[in-house]
């Protein structure tokens, strides 16, 4: 049982094949889903699950909605982000997560190790993704 | 033509750049929200000349204050409306615990 942070292997293929389109608004609908540590994921994971997934106040099996940012270029690299993601009023215990579309049969697109149980309690759980740019953004092809 | 995915595949969150931000019987203050948009929108590096890093301490400072003022205007504006909404829907005692707050 580990979680180990990995873009997943299947969504690299799926990139060379279109299936997702990270556009805002017009694109795909992604979400992220927690997990405990007890979960297994990886980049052999190719799509979400419930096993092992959080739950608690303020979270929904299936995770929060994330919201995209269109991909754009700087220099030779292309990137993109997306908006921080907030799980109000929350009492819960995570170790990790899966992102996933939503709107492609949930294929997974990347797994993330928080290094350690985080815990809110009755509060604010937020996810803050890096400055995005070319050295920085979630999801860089360079 | 290989496609280099900067992803590192048995990475520790810090890699990444991602983190966590957990909170315990209260939301964010105003200010913790200032200080986290302050980081995404100035980044100084650590090997920038003395004084460029100086000047970007400096204006990452000033964007901290402006947004946290703006956040703290933003929540009493915000409680305005819920005061009135929770008024008129018959629940003074309510309205003013948020007008308290």
């Known amino acids: 049982m580990a979680i180990s942070q990995a873009m997943c292997t299947s969504f690299k293929q799926e990139l060379l094949t279109g299936t997702h389109n990270f556009t805002t608004s017009t694109g795909d609908a992604f979400k992220l889903a927690l997990y405990t540590s007890s979960a297994t994921l990886g980049a052999s994971t190719a799509a979400y699950t419930t096993t092992n997934e959080v739950t608690g106040t303020g979270y929904t099996a299936g995770g929060g909605s994330l919201t995209n940012v269109t991909p754009t270029t700087s220099g030779t690299t292309a990137l993109t982000d997306f908006a921080d993601l907030t799980f109000s009023t929350a009492t819960i215990t995570a170790r990790g997560a899966l992102i996933y579309n939503d709107d492609q049969s949930d294929k997974s697109v990347i797994v993330l190790d928080f290094g350690s149980d985080k815990t809110s309690t009755a509060g604010d759980f937020t996810i803050v993704f890096p400055t995005a740019d070319a050295s920085n953004a979630i999801i860089r092809i360079a | ?101």
Not at chain 2, 42 to 51: G, K, L, Y
Not at chain 2, 60 to 69: C, G, H, W
Not at chain 2, 73 to 79: G, L, Q, T
């Open chain 2, 1 to 101: 033509m290989k496609l280099d995915f900067e992803f590192p595949t048995n990475g520790t969150i810090k890699d990444l750049g991602i983190q966590v931000h957990t909170t315990n019987n209260r939301g964010f203050t105003p200010e913790e929200h200032a200080i986290r948009c302050a980081e995404k929108i100035v980044s100084v590096s650590s090997e920038a000349h003395p004084a460029i890093r100086a000047q970007a301490h400096a204006f990452k400072s000033q964007v901290i204050r402006a947004v946290e003022q703006t956040l703290c205007e933003a929540v009493k504006s915000d409680r305005t409306t819920i005061y009135n909404a929770l008024n008129e829907a018959g629940h003074p005692e309510l309205a003013d615990l948020i007008r308290r707050l």
